[in-house]
């Protein structure tokens, strides 16, 4: 049986009214949180009461820290056998729960967060493993060899995440997630095991799931009407062969730091960033023909604003933590209403307004018209001929990006490398921008001038106690 409750406003924001502990009030304070969204108001009581509860909540409602809070708050470090186990589709969100994860459990001393992604070498995932590894998150193919291998124990798992339930079934998990779900069923926790569902979608094979693996789940609809106001949306009329030229126009008319352009196809991806990019924009495409270390260099490139133009297709956007843009251009009108929403749902930040631009031919107009009767919203109808491509007007972006072969996985830290540019390559400080690290790589947000300097010293020197290979991309 399951209680179905949509919910449009809650009365408590402060997280101190949820009775966390001591440690995970401090982990939310050192991430500067002061208030739960509206996801996390309606869902936290449920989850932190040990609830089956299956959220519906679009992107960006902060879905990561309401089951994080969860599970983290059932832990009990000592027990060593994974005691939370998070499933996701990909392995960019894999690794960015597990980041999220590990920083608001920065002060559970040895809490260990164990990631499980395909593409990796088996090996340390194995002795991470061994030695003792509290919460698990992992994708589905390589939580399944794990499992195989008998080198991943669910004996202790008693809080089990679905994450983007909506988008491990559209990329065909379907099996995968029952195969554990019911390898779950049967271990010694089971009849106290908590499983939460989180999807931005509700398709009717969610609720078959939901029913058969849940027990009595409340299942929550967040309406988060708030984004909606924030984000002006206007529509040029084109015609078809004048897309690309239409994108770029656009580009220079608003001449913004950071824009998301959405295409329907791989091959429109593609085709698009690649011809941004010969007219000189710092384009760059994310789809799924793409190698892994590819995508997370785009999306590395993308936040540290050494890209400002991210072509993507929506399968390989969906779900991602990318900060909010100030503008969205649709190339082409989405197939439906929800992909829609989600494209335009990536502006309009807390203060500032957001633009949707959908660029429509004739054949298209029908279907834009009918999104915005049904979404309620005002789309406005420009003509595009007012607006022109200037290749003098393309806004370059502040920095260039150095990616260095050494990350996590050599101890690497922001600091080591922004020590060794700062006070041994004496470079001013303020021409260096974001710099992030991954399992293999760092990528350096730096201002031209200094790409040189920054260069020679991981030429010619060391950081703790190793060379690394540098480039400028
Ligand atoms: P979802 O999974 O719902 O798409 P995420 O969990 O990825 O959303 O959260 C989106 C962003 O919001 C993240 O950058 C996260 O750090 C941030 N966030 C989450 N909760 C809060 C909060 N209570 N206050 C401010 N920011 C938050
Ligand atoms: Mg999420």
Redesign the pocket.
């Not at 992107?59 to 820290?65: A, D, I, P």
């Given at each position: 049986m399951t209680s179905n409750t949509a919910i449009t406003a809650a009365a408590a924001t402060s997280f101190s009214s949820l009775g966390l502990s001591k440690q995970l009030m401090e982990g939310i304070e050192a991430l500067e949180?002061t208030?739960?969204?509206l996801?996390?108001q309606v869902c936290l009581p449920d989850v932190l009461a040990g609830k089956d509860v299956a959220v519906q909540?679009k992107?960006?409602?902060?879905?990561?820290?309401a089951f994080a809070l969860g599970l983290l708050s059932k832990i009990e470090i000592e027990a060593k056998k994974p005691q939370a186990l998070i499933m996701c589709p990909t392995r960019e969100l894999a690794e960015q729960v597990a980041e999220?994860v590990r920083l608001i459990a920065k002060r559970m001393a040895n809490l260990k967060v164990v990631t499980l992604v395909g593409g990796m070498p088996m090996g340390p995932q194995i002795i991470s493993l061994r030695y003792g590894s509290n919460v698990v998150v992992g994708t589905p193919g390589r939580i399944m060899d794990h499992i195989g291998k008998r080198t991943l124990s669910l004996k202790k798992v008693n809080c089990f995440v679905l994450d983007e339930a909506d988008r491990m079934l559209d990329m065909g998990f379907e099996d995968e997630m029952r195969v554990v779900m019911h390898h779950l069923s049967q271990n010694a926790q089971a009849a106290t095991r908590q499983t939460l569902l989180f999807s931005a979608t509700f398709p009717e094979k969610i609720k078959s799931i939901t029913d058969q693996y849940q027990r009595d789940a409340k299942i929550i609809k967040v309406e988060d009407g708030q984004a909606a106001p924030n984000i002006e949306q206007q529509a040029y009329r084109i015609s078809n062969e004048h897309r690309t030229q239409a994108v770029a126009a656009l580009l220079t008319h608003h001449q913004i730091e950071s824009t998301i352009v959405f295409c329907r196809t791989r091959i429109e991806t593609r085709e698009l960033s690649e011809e941004l990019y010969q007219m000189g924009f710092a384009a760059a495409g994310l789809h799924g023909d793409l190698e892994q270390s590819e995508r997370s260099q785009v999306l590395a490139r993308f936040a540290n604003k050494t890209v400002s133009v991210l072509v993507a297709t929506d399968v390989a956007a969906r779900?991602l933590?990318i900060e909010r843009v100030d503008l969205i251009i649709n190339h082409r009108v989405s197939e439906d209403i929800d992909t829609h929403t989600h494209r335009i749902g990536r502006t309009g930040r807390a203060e500032e307004k957001g633009l949707a631009i959908t660029l429509i031919d004739d054949a298209e107009e029908s279907r834009l018209d009918e999104i915005a009767a049904k979404t309620d919203a005002k789309i406005n109808k420009l003509h595009i001929q007012g607006v022109r491509f200037h290749a003098n007007r393309i806004r370059e972006p502040e920095y260039v990006c150095i990616a260095v072969d050494g990350g996590k996985r050599d101890k690497l830290r922001p600091g080591d490398i922004l020590g060794a540019l700062t006070k041994e390559a004496e470079i001013p400080g303020e021409d260096i921008g974001k710099i992030s690290i991954s399992a293999r790589h760092a990528y350096i947000a730096i201002k031209a001038r200094s790409v040189k300097r920054a260069l020679n010293q991981f030429r010619e020197k060391r950081i703790k106690g190793k060379r690394f290979k540098a480039r400028k991309l």
């Open positions: 949180f208030q739960m969204t996801t996390q909540a992107t960006g409602s902060g879905k990561t820290l999220q779900g933590d």
